[in-house]
């Protein structure tokens, strides 16, 4: 097991977590400012607008950006090449969007349409401040990423907090705010990173070969993000449709507790993929990769049980006014996330091994059981039947990917000691939602149950780690 490997992972971890922490937490802390000055129904059009974007992104793209960012790190003698169709795409993409502004007039979107231009500006600052964003990892900027992330977050903050609070301006405020940010953090990337260098419109910058290369990588990952985005976002639509934009609103501000687990392992996961990318075809990768997941599994499974023990007074500072009701779909929704993000680890053994159909067979599977559990239990249980269609997907998910990757890489997974945890966590979240005297010792014990199963296993992984690394010394 070599140290230079965890080495190599941990910078990594605290560069993407220094943007990380600049672009979600800021996002995070947000919320109690929406969920005071705005309505549901407000609040609701600002989530409708960030989750379509998401949808249009991958679609418009074609995802290209992926590919830009494996073969600059794969082909830095063609880089100038690869960036060059990457933005092409790019800005084909925002033509395509602005063709289709027009449906946004369908009920679905529940009044997005009074907004449609703001959104369009939206979609363009989003689908560059990205692009060039994995053109920097591909160019191996990385230290770039933080500042382009702050710049672009505080500015946002800032502009929000001005915007929705004082001066009042509701949803214009939210995509006022949501465009300038956007802005900034592309002018860090392209006039820091100097990126406008490797864009020139000329014949053999856009060779054939090179498109054909990085398109027959990045549209097979187009059907899986958007099986993705089906798992974790169609729920919204249905939401509107059946139950009303204003409950759409109350689900949409519930969700964002979740995501503290999803802003600590984004840094983890963007990290992974690139010592993936570099480790892949290396001898021991196998081992390697078992450890990384056992410490990935351990923090993701305490952090979920420490976030259900402490949901309500969260929700309390989070979720202002008539939003704190919502708070009880919220521990159904960190495992549902929590099964997303283990997803998201095996994912990254299809795309450095290149094989990424599989991902969209998964996705799509799970995406299919969300799309046919979310209308049934909504007529079933109302609002909280969504949280227990989104679980159901995203587990369908983690189940394929778990026992297909095997074909991939053999690496070993104690069984027993995540199915006990799992079954803990579960037991906790439903738990979480049901008022008993003895409620808070019970969680409490559940809590530490967790830890003390995820510590049998880290701690030989630490003594090892610690011994080769004595050894190199020496």
Known sequence: MAVGKYKNLLVNIL??????????????????????????????????????VNLLLPLATLQISEAVLRYAIDDSKHQREYVTIGFGVTVMSCVIVGALLPTLSLNIFGGLDDY???????????????????????????????????????????????????????????????????????????????????????RQDLNRVYIRRMLSYSIPLVPNALSWW????????????????????????????????????????????????????????????????????????????ALILVVPWIASFMLQKEFYAAWTLVPIMIIAVLYNILSSFFASLYTSNMKTMFLFITTAAGALVTMIATPLLIKWMGLPGTTIAMLLGNLVVLILRVKDSRKIMAFSIDWLNVLCTEIILLVQAV????????????????????????????????????????????
């Not at 089906?230 to 979740?258: D, Q």
């Not at 892949?280 to 410490?295: A, C, H, R």
């Open 15 to 52: 560069l993407f977590a220094c943007n990380t922490v600049a672009t979600k937490l800021i996002t995070f802390l947000l919320v109690p400012l929406y969920t005071f000055y705005m309505t549901s129904s407000e609040f609701g059009i600002t989530d409708v607008a960030s989750t379509t």
């Open 116 to 202: 449609r231009w703001l959104f369009f500006l939206t979609y363009v600052a989003s689908a560059f401040q990205g692009f060039f964003g994995y053109v920097a990892r591909g160019l191996n900027q990385i230290k770039l990423i933080p500042i382009s992330s702050a710049a672009s977050s505080l500015t946002s903050g800032l502009l929000a907090w001005v915007f929705i609070g004082p001066a009042n301006l509701g949803v214009h405020g939210y995509f006022y705010a949501v465009i300038a940010g956007a802005s900034l953090g592309i002018l860090v990337f392209v006039i820091g990173g100097r990126e406008y260098r490797y864009i020139r419109f000329e």
């Open 230 to 305: 089906i798992n974790s976002n169609v729920n919204r639509y249905f939401i509107i449709g059946m139950l009303g934009i204003g409950l759409s609103g109350l689900f949409a501000a519930a969700s964002k507790i979740p995501n503290i687990i999803n802003l600590l392992s984004q840094v983890f996961l963007s990290a992974w993929t690139l010592s993936a990318f570099q480790e892949f075809k290396k001898e021991g990768v196998d081992k390697f990769f078992s450890v990384v997941f056992k410490i990935f599994h351990a923090m993701g499974v305490v952090l979920a049980s």
């Open 431 to 474: 738990l979480r939602t049901m008022d008993i005297p003895a409620l808070p010792f019970i969680l409490a014990a559940t809590c530490i149950a967790i830890c003390g199963l995820q510590a049998a296993q880290l701690v030989p992984i630490g003594k090892d780690i610690w011994r080769r690394y004595r050894r190199r010394r020496a």
